[in-house]
């Protein structure tokens, strides 16, 4: 990883970007029971990154919105 982002600055810019949204994202809840109003550093969480092609999402804003992914009842 390092290397690519060395031989390409625009990727390093583009992965900064996504970081910074991943962390900014809200989807805890908070302290006080409010739905989907904490982000990871909020909570404090890390993050632990795996592709998974088979989930889709958009982002409204900072929270994720998963109405056009597959149903759990068709699995």
Known sequence: M??????????????????R??????????????RWSASVVDKK????SVSQFTLYSHLKGNKPDF?????TKNH
């Open 2 to 19: 390092n290397q690519l982002l060395r031989y390409h600055p625009l990727i390093a810019v583009f992965v900064s970007q996504r970081v």
């Open 67 to 71: 109405h056009h992914a597959m149903d």
């Open 45 to 48: 969480y890390e993050i632990l």
């Open 21 to 34: 949204k991943i962390l900014s994202l809200r989807i805890f809840d908070a302290e006080d029971g409010k």
